[in-house]
């Protein structure tokens, strides 16, 4: 009896060590979702506080992480935008958000055929200007081609409507944007990120998102819905990595969570 005993009990952790390799094996093929879990470098550091949380806890989490950050000046955003949105096959180019058009970076500027510098959280959803904060940003601020920018406007991002000129596959309507595909994901991400980093406590008015599309100047920004969708379309690629890379060991020392951890819009929203 006792010799019974004792095998069963050896042979117990056998058996769910078998199970448990099993059930990690299969697992992938029966929790696919549009945007899975991810484990980037930096989650043993980084987000070590966040790991593991969801709703507002986790949004109250990567705010806290995500909070201190180096401001740049507005006109230290132009030179930023010249190394972080460099074209990657035109060195001496960078390359316009909405458009797609590769263009020198010496056009930077306010003219016809020039690039400026694009608010995608359009600045006066809160009116916070251009002082340094949310304004000079660089994980939402783009190069486009200033009448695309003029174009965009304040507008709500939604999907529908019609092509214009350099429009490089985006759409307008009267009440929204439609970004091009390329860069639908990078917008969500960018628009999400403001609304956890800015959260009323410091000088600058809380930012959240709505599912609206009718904003104006009160500091929410649409289409949650949308947005939320466009994030799994459009994961992050190359170029969206190496630009986070490049904020947060050149300029600012901050992440933008949603691009290292997509699923966490989801776990938010
Ligand atoms: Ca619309
Ligand atoms: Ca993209
Ligand atoms: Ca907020």
Do not use: C
Request: proline share 6%.
């Amino acid at each position: 009896m006792p010799v019974t005993s004792i095998r069963t009990r050896r042979w117990k952790p056998v058996a769910f060590a078998v199970s448990a390799v099993l059930v990690g094996l299969a697992a992938p093929a029966l929790t696919a979702t549009p945007a899975a879990a991810t484990t980037t470098a930096y989650d043993a550091t980084y987000y070590k506080n966040a790991i593991g949380k969801t709703g507002t806890s986790l949004k109250s989490s990567l705010h806290t992480i995500i909070t201190p950050q180096t401001k740049l000046s507005y006109s230290a955003v132009w030179e930023a935008l010249k190394v972080t949105d460099q074209d990657p096959n035109n060195s001496s180019n960078v390359k316009l958000l909405y458009s797609g058009i590769s263009r020198s970076k010496t056009l930077n500027g306010g003219n016809t055929g020039n690039w400026n510098r694009e608010h995608v959280w359009a600045q006066s959803h809160g009116d916070f200007g251009t002082s340094a904060g949310p304004g000079t940003d660089l994980h939402h601020l783009r190069p486009e081609d200033v009448q695309v920018n003029s174009i965009r406007g304040n507008k709500d991002f939604d999907n529908g409507g019609s092509s214009f000129t350099n429009s490089g596959g985006s759409l307008t309507d009267s009440n929204s944007f439609e970004p091009r595909a390329a860069v639908k994901g990078d917008v969500a991400r960018m628009i999400l990120y403001m609304a956890v980093r800015y959260e009323g406590d410091d000088s600058w008015p809380d930012l959240e998102p709505n599912d609206a599309v009718t904003n104006g100047s009160v500091p929410l920004h649409g289409r949650l819905s949308v947005l939320k969708a466009w994030n799994e379309a459009d994961p992050p690629d190359a170029f969206e990595e190496r630009r986070q890379n490049l904020i947060y060991s050149n300029y600012q020392g901050n992440r933008n969570p949603f691009i290292d951890h997509p699923e966490w819009v989801e776990a938010i929203w």
